[in-house]
């Protein structure tokens, strides 16, 4: 049974390693504060009989000595600013105890969380080779740091522990629990398709001009033609099923005086869903609307592709092992997709993965508030130890 009390004090341990304004956990990725956490993972590890070691993407793999073909669970232990508890945290000290109880491996993944460098699971697509290494040096932060000055400097901040290589090949299965970032689900969620984002980045360029001097009748005004844009982009989304979304997150305009007409504005859109059908048609509307506001208001439209990808299919095998334990066990559950990004989704490619949500207590995800309940978290270590326990002794 997980020790409940354990695995409070440890949510605890991590929380209180570095706290943000607002009060919630700030371990940005690739920092000092991430790195510290990766350490206090790692003498747990120790504890339990794992031996841990850091690979070159900034990974912790912690196994049990001389075993092959391994069960590991795990999650990641950076945060957004002022994040959450449980988001991440919860799925590493979940693992420890499934470690203490099967003899399971441990996978923590490096810099899971995108806002410090704008690109996210950033360790795990490392890893499957999903992201090429030299692309850290194109992932800049607000400080001017490249993605990768920062993962050599977290590199040195864990000189202590041993660099191993990745261990892909020792590892037969991988389970991630983490808390449900959908406020509709109450009961556990498991997940058997993961959403990938579509992004694009659109630059408009009109003409810029005197606010009090050019007519109305004569404008090219590039902001106005992004705010038609920008509901053209929810009207889209609003037309495909519920799972796929779509969001204009970041907007920059130039000159970006009062009195000045915008004469550039660049838009970022973030599209998400489990269709691969539903995303091409959301992203042709994107560009078919972009291009009808481009000839109405005489201004020129560019949309770039920024990254691609299609939505994952998890385990099946895995995710029906999953549903029926729950059922054994008399624990609600249901069959369930994610629309947000994990590392179970890329760690898809290398072996089978399981993905199972706990629910949100009071709805808050990567914020202070972010809740979840005691018995909902220990029902979902049972689970996954039941199905971990049965890979474990097909080995």
Do not use: K
């Amino acid at each position: 049974m997980p020790d409940r009390e354990r695995i409070e004090a440890r949510l605890q341990a991590l929380w209180e390693i570095a706290l943000g304004p607002g009060g919630g956990a700030d371990r940005p990725a690739f920092s000092a504060a991430e790195a510290q956490a990766m350490l206090l993972v790692a003498g747990w590890a120790r504890e339990v009989g794992l031996e841990p070691g850091i690979d070159e993407f900034g990974n912790l793999w912690a196994l049990p000595a001389g075993s092959d073909r391994v069960a590991t669970s795990g999650s990641h232990v950076d945060t957004v600013p002022d994040g959450g508890r449980y988001d991440g945290a919860l799925g590493t000290v979940l693992g420890l105890e499934l470690a203490q109880e099967i003899g399971s491996g441990l996978l923590v993944c490096a810099a899971e969380e995108a806002p410090r460098f704008g690109a996210g699971t950033v360790g795990s697509r490392l890893l499957v080779g999903m992201l090429p290494v030299s692309a850290l040096e194109t992932l800049v932060d607000a400080s001017g740091t490249t993605a990768a000055q920062a993962r050599d400097e977290y590199l040195e901040a864990l000189a202590e522990l041993p660099r191993v290589r990745p261990a892909t090949e020792r590892v037969r299965v991988h389970a991630e629990i983490h808390v449900a970032q959908r406020r509709a689900l109450r009961e556990l969620g498991i997940v058997t398709r993961v959403a990938s984002p579509r992004r694009l980045r659109v630059t408009i360029a009109g003409r810029a001009g005197h606010s009090g001097e050019v007519a109305m009748s004569e404008r090219h005004d590039a902001l106005a033609a992004a705010a038609e844009l920008i509901l053209a982009v929810e009207s889209a989304a609003r037309a495909e099923p519920p799972q796929t979304v779509a969001t204009v997150g970041t907007i920059e305009i130039a000159p970006g005086a009062i009195s000045v007409i915008p004469g550039r504005a660049r838009l970022g859109i973030d599209a998400r869903g489990i269709s691969g059908q539903s995303l091409a048609r959301l992203d042709a509307a994107i560009r078919a609307d972009a291009a009808a506001i481009a000839t109405r208001r005489a201004v020129d439209v560019g949309v770039e592709l920024v990254r691609a990808g299609e939505p994952v299919e998890l385990d099946r095998v895995l995710a029906d092992a999953a549903l029926h334990a729950a059922e054994a066990r008399g624990i609600a559950a249901t069959e369930t997709w994610s629309g947000s990004g994990h590392d179970a989704q890329h760690l898809a490619a290398l072996f089978g993965t399981l993905l199972v949500f706990v629910p949100l207590e009071g709805g808050e995800s990567h914020t202070p508030d972010e809740g979840a309940d005691a018995a909902d978290i220990e029902h979902a270590s049972l689970v996954v130890n039941d199905v971990l326990s049965v890979v474990s002794r097909s080995n």
